[in-house]
């Protein structure tokens, strides 16, 4: 039997799925781990309360947090000859140097943006979710955190049985005029995850950098330059899978 075949009701209700900081990448302690979304607002004993509420409870016991892992305070402007850039604002006061900074914050450049006045910015992460059942991740912003951030975080959606890469923060920066102040342990983004079963529970914990599992995700780096439309990818992917890409690690 194919290992993603539909299960029975009955066996689907736990899903495993393991988040993985590559161990390769320098300095890898700055990550935290992700974890249930913490509400900054109090919860409620009325019985008609907003916490009560089953749908929003379901909704919200279904959202896992990803803190950010270094400060990031950016001005955006454009140089004499109307090119844009960017710049740090702490200068020799940041807490991370700039060679560092400029290998984890990257520019997108202005013709792959959505509008003309409106730039995009990449960090890229060492992290990323696996699963050895079908499983696809939403990425959305921090939206219950109200961060004032002057434009929005680009989300996106996709199998990580199949495409287990690592993610990306993505962020139109819509008010140019206004500074980009996120701190070291700010709620980030949010990552949640769809099931065959509807009703389905994720169980996520620490998983293995395998070997599997590193060949497989150094095989779908980089795609991007070489293809439009990576989804066009994903049966080469599923038929190329080890059988096993998930091992949780032993604590």
């Not at 450049?109 to 990323?128: A, D, S």
């Amino acid at each position: 039997m194919s290992i993603f075949q539909g299960r029975p009701e009955s066996q689907s209700r736990i899903i495993d799925v393991g988040w993985v900081i590559d161990p390769a990448r320098e300095a890898s302690l700055i990550w935290d781990a992700p974890h249930k979304l913490s509400l900054p607002e109090g919860r409620t004993s009325h019985a008609k309360g907003l916490s009560n509420c089953p749908a929003v409870a379901d909704h919200e016991a279904r959202l896992f947090e990803v803190s950010c892992p270094i400060d990031i305070k950016l001005r955006f402007f454009r140089d004499a000859q109307g090119n844009p850039s960017m710049a740090g604002i702490d200068g020799d006061q940041s807490s991370i140097r700039p060679q560092q900074f400029s290998q984890m914050v990257m520019p997108v450049h202005p013709g792959e943006w959505r509008h003309p006045q409106r730039p995009l910015i990449q960090v890229m992460t060492p992290l990323l979710f696996v699963a050895d059942e079908p499983v696809w991740l939403t990425q959305t912003p921090p939206f219950y955190h109200r961060a004032e951030w002057p434009g929005v975080m680009i989300g996106g959606r996709f199998p990580i049985h199949i495409w287990p890469r690592e993610l990306v923060w993505a962020f139109e920066w819509q008010d140019i005029n206004k500074d980009l102040i996120i701190r070291r342990g700010d709620p980030w983004f949010y990552v949640s995850f769809e099931t065959e079963s509807p009703s389905g529970r994720i169980r996520l914990a620490e998983a293995e950098m395998t070997d599997d599992l590193r060949a497989h995700t150094n095989a779908m780096r980089g795609v991007t330059n070489y293809v439009s439309q990576t989804f066009s990818l994903f049966s080469t992917a599923k038929a190329r899978r080890p059988k096993t890409l998930l091992k949780f690690k032993a604590r």
